[in-house]
């Protein structure tokens, strides 16, 4: 079993910046590929941003590129989301997820989950 746990949301102005953090236990092989998903209230879960185990190979949203980083610690096991320039459009709650597979960004295909942490970007 892998257990991720977020941590690091928030609550923060328009143009502010939060990291997000989630760390990974149990069968850590398990996450060979982490990513981050978000949910904004009367939305689909949407793809945000992915990382492979060497952190050599990273995906974004379109809508996220150029202002979110993601990157992973040097134990493998805990991976960030650097949010920059937020914009009120960005809040939801963001889900880390793992999987064995290659990076992707159908959330069919990661079968560990957090249990989220909510971004709150005020205008």
């Known amino acids: 079993q892998v257990q991720l746990v977020e941590s690091g949301g928030g609550l923060v102005q328009a143009g502010g910046s939060l990291r997000l953090s989630c760390a990974a236990s149990?069968?850590?092989?398990?996450?060979?590929?982490m990513a981050w998903f978000r949910q904004a209230p009367g939305k689909e879960r949407e793809f945000v941003a992915a990382?492979?185990?060497?952190?050599?190979?990273?995906s974004y949203a379109d809508s996220v590129k150029d202002r979110f980083t993601v990157s992973r610690g040097n134990a493998k096991s805990t991976v960030y989301l650097q949010m920059n320039s937020l914009k009120p459009e960005d809040t939801a709650v963001y889900y880390c997820?793992?999987?064995?597979?290659?990076?992707?960004?159908?959330?069919?295909?990661?079968?560990?989950w957090g249990q989220g942490t909510q971004v709150t970007v005020s205008s």
């Open positions: 997820a793992g999987t064995l597979g290659r990076i992707n960004a159908y959330a069919g295909s990661y079968p560990y």
């Open positions: 149990g069968r850590t092989f398990g996450t060979a590929v």
């Open positions: 990382i492979n185990w060497s952190g050599d190979s990273t």
